[in-house]
């Protein structure tokens, strides 16, 4: 039988426990792994090894260590479940050769993977897991005589102080902020919550406790699964609650009616925030399928727009040649200047605390505001399951360039990352395929509610007519 061809997609190799992901195959991705470092540094070499809280990650964590050893690679592990973010910084912080952290981040619970890290602390490029992914074809290499001694580290206390040098806390327990958060049972279990008490601050915390199944659905911080924090909210009359994912790379921010805000809405408010507040005019990055609101922002403030591929780590190269003030994907993930190249949602959700305290004003009350200066815009993205008849005639149509849609001139087609068309009054449709499921994501974006729903009803005419 053929072995499972394990690919490294947009955020590391994700797979099912027991399907895929079972120990023969963690053990071929570790050796491939080995094997990329050892080409990369014969000697001397050392990779952090971290996880989230899912089911069997300290074993994983034991069998990366036993086989990095095995290859002369000294392994650095995190005994604790440790936030994406905050391997990161270690890597930077350790001046590591990398990093392997064991989680499927906001997958459901039957999922468990691996993402690598580079030595700058960023997600490995596409040319670094081509690299891996040879290695794990080619199998097992020549091991070691000499094994290295794994080591322990603890990335807490390093990431911690380093929040302290950005965020404002002192703004925050001046104001009288009070804050719920919701780790989701996940790998922040003890990080944002406990920064924000030791600075003062009055804070809640709800699913503070490791549940593997995650309470029976997928880690995600998003509004439908956010409802303890919302009681809690009313309950303390909180003025805002912070959720993160099941690594702690993407956040979910609530206003403190309620409301969920999307991440969107999130980026460019601190986008905005960040230049009024930092003074921060270096540039701002954002993925082809985020809101516009961004482009009209970097307008009003005379910024360079950045428009990567969807993707976090093309923001990550934009942080790491200090090329932007704040980067963001509308799937939640976002990092700033001076910061980690990988996404934060600690850092997101801490900054946002910070703004609502300094500007005094709700974070519904603030989108107002940036509506009143920049115009209105109204993103929505929804997920189309295709045939096969159907995704390999939408593939063929994927390469045309339309003139018009939904009644509209197209002024600019943009192939960054799959099929983007601009409209005439600034409205926008991107289509993108999966590259794991017969699914094509549509992003589309209005000037109001009533002309998105217009547009919405088009983009999924055009995938199906």
């Not at 034991?62 to 690679?73: N, P």
């Amino acid at each position: 039988m053929m072995p499972t061809q394990i690919k490294f997609g947009t955020s590391g190799w994700r797979a099912v426990m027991a399907e895929e992901f079972t120990f023969e195959n963690v053990r071929r991705a570790v050796t491939g792994i080995a094997r990329y470092v050892s080409s990369q540094k014969s000697q001397g070499a050392r990779v952090i090894v971290g996880r989230d809280p899912r089911f069997l990650g300290e074993t994983f964590c034991s069998m990366a260590a036993e086989i990095l050893s095995s290859y002369g690679i000294t392994p650095l592990v995190i005994a604790d479940a440790a936030p994406t973010p905050a391997i990161s910084y270690a890597v930077i912080r350790e001046k590591a050769d990398g990093a392997i952290n064991f989680t499927a981040s906001h997958n459901p619970p039957e999922y468990n993977g691996i993402k690598f890290s580079t030595p700058d602390g960023a997600p490995a490029l596409p040319e670094v897991t081509k690299q891996i992914e040879a290695e794990i074809m080619a199998g097992n290499g020549t091991q070691r005589a000499v094994k290295s001694k794994p080591e322990t580290l603890d990335a807490k206390p390093a990431y911690l102080a380093r929040l302290a040098e950005i965020v404002d806390f002192t703004a925050i327990k001046q104001a009288g902020l009070r804050v719920v958060f919701d780790p989701l049972w996940g790998a922040a279990r003890g990080y944002s919550d406990s920064v924000l008490r030791d600075a003062g601050v009055e804070v809640a915390t709800v699913h503070d406790y490791r549940d593997v199944l995650f309470g029976g659905h997928a880690p995600e911080p998003d509004g439908h699964l956010l409802e303890p924090m919302r009681e809690k909210m009313r309950e303390m009359k909180a003025h805002i609650g912070i959720a993160t994912d099941g690594d702690a790379d993407r956040f979910g921010i609530m206003d403190q009616d309620g409301t969920f805000l999307q991440p969107n809405y999130i980026i460019a408010l601190l986008f905005d925030y960040l230049v009024e507040s930092r003074g921060w005019k270096n540039g701002v990055g954002k993925s082809v399928a985020t809101t516009n609101l961004i482009n009209a922002l970097a307008k009003f403030h005379n910024v360079e727009l950045h428009e990567t591929p969807v993707g976090f780590k093309y923001i990550g190269e934009l942080i790491k040649a200090d090329k932007i003030a704040i980067g963001g994907e509308e799937s939640a993930g976002l990092s700033i200047r001076y910061h980690v190249p990988e996404k934060d949602g600690i850092i997101a959700g801490l900054l946002c605390s910070e703004m609502v305290a300094k500007r005094g004003k709700s974070l519904g009350q603030q989108l107002n505001e940036l509506f009143a200066k920049v115009g209105s815009f109204y993103p929505i993205r929804e997920n189309f399951r295709l045939t096969p008849e159907v995704k390999a005639k939408f593939t063929e149509k994927l390469r045309l360039d339309p003139q018009n849609f939904s009644g509209q001139r197209v002024t600019e087609v943009v192939r960054k990352d799959g099929l983007k068309l601009v409209l005439a009054d600034g409205s926008w449709v991107c289509y993108r395929l999966s590259g794991t499921e017969p699914v094509v994501r549509a992003y589309s974006e209005a000037p109001s509610e009533h002309e998105l729903q217009k547009l919405s009803a088009a983009a999924k005419q055009w995938i199906f007519e």
